[in-house]
């Protein structure tokens, strides 16, 4: 099989839908810090079976520049099942562009999804299924007050949710209010997760840590950026809670490995989208495993949900929920059932396709794709 043609397919974005917040800091669009409106893309490779494969990015336009000044030449007239060799040399024109993280995976989602349409199988069940279905929690934006997490907590259950991870306002005292707010509100069997979005320095985040040991929180997600190894070692040494580390550290899972090695991360972050597409993603997972550690899949979504179905060392499936009113973004893709539960993608390859059935395909995609 040869790849004959790489096309981008620009999408209008209207911006997120109900806009929504995150911690203080990264608040930034007029006080949101949700996207907002802009230019989304497709990334389509074509080949001369007829497959095409597909992979989707929040920001079509720094993908074509890509495309048309490096990826359309580094893959036309070769083979799409060579994913390997493309994952290499992605990372050698990493060092030249340095791309955004985002960019490390997207020509590899395509190629896992040519290879699924031909293989006529799910990417899930290519790279080896292990599970069917999987637990999703629920994952907070941030709301204003503790009664609006707590309200969102109730509706969360009521919906089938049998965990929560909390992403609340990046102030170290509020954040330990809320989180023992919630524990008291929830009981003591639920499992609690909190994810700081890097927005603390050292003390902050060992005050908050010891809070949340206290409530017995399951883990402590990204506190501070990820640029230091060795200021997360420091953490480590100060706090009992375990740490989830790893979701966009630099080089991805050439990062993954000082994690593991200085023994400060209880279990790894992996994705598609941060951390090298299926391919990335997948290293980072059995690099854990081989150390007895989870790679918690971050993100929700299809690839996420394949992820989820394939790594043997993750536990749940992450279900952003954006507003107080339960709105859930992602839900459309991927359906959480009324246990909590989220099911194997039902198409072949990524399975776009599926959800274009039942949504319709977008008029900028219908003359190079037929469903
Ligand atoms: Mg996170």
Redesign the pocket.
């Known amino acids: 099989m040869k790849i004959t043609d790489v096309k981008v397919v620009l999408i209008p974005y209207p911006g997120a839908s109900p806009a929504f917040k995150w911690r203080e800091g990264l608040n930034v669009n007029n006080g949101f810090g949700s996207s907002p409106a802009g230019t989304a893309g497709y990334l389509l490779i074509e080949t001369d079976e007829g497959f095409t494969g597909i992979a989707a990015v929040g920001n079509g336009v720094i993908l074509e520049d890509y495309v048309n000044r490096r990826l359309r030449q580094m893959l036309l007239g070769k083979d799409p099942l060579d994913r390997e060799y493309f994952y290499e040399q992605i990372w050698e024109i990493d060092r030249i562009e340095r791309f955004p993280a985002w960019m490390l995976g997207i020509v590899d989602v395509a190629l896992w999804d040519i290879a699924g349409k031909q293989a006529n199988l799910p990417i899930y069940k290519l790279m080896g299924g292990y599970r069917e279905s999987i637990p999703a929690y629920a994952s907070t934006a941030t709301y204003e007050t503790i009664e609006e997490f707590l309200d969102v907590a109730d509706k969360v259950q009521a919906l089938g949710y049998k965990s929560i991870k909390l992403?609340a306002w990046g102030d170290a005292k509020k954040d330990a209010e809320l989180s023992l707010a919630l524990r008291a509100h929830v009981g003591d069997e639920m499992p609690l997760m909190y994810?700081g979005?890097a927005g603390f320095d050292l003390m902050d985040a060992v005050y908050l840590g010891d809070a949340l040991t206290e409530a017995n929180y399951l883990w402590y997600?990204?506190p501070m950026r990820e640029f230091s190894v060795t200021a997360y070692k420091w953490l480590g040494e100060r706090v009992k809670i375990p740490l989830?580390l790893g979701?966009v550290a630099e080089g991805a899972h050439f990062a993954a490995g000082d994690f593991l090695a200085t023994g400060v991360a209880s279990a790894l972050?992996t994705s598609t989208g941060l951390r090298g597409g299926f391919t990335g993603a997948m290293r980072i997972a059995h690099l854990a495993d081989a150390y007895h550690l989870r790679a918690e899949v971050?993100?929700g979504g299809l690839t996420a949900a394949h992820l989820c179905m394939a790594i043997k060392n993750t536990t749940a499936y992450?279900s952003f929920i954006s507003s107080t009113a339960i709105d859930r973004p992602e839900a459309r893709f991927v359906e959480i059932d009324s246990d909590g539960m989220v099911h194997a993608p039902k198409g072949v390859g990524v399975g776009y396709e599926e959800e274009w059935k039942l949504f319709g395909l977008p008029e900028q995609l219908a003359k190079h794709i037929t469903l």
Do not use: A, P, Q, V
């Open positions: 992403h994810d979005s997600e990204e989830l979701e972050r971050h993100g992450e």
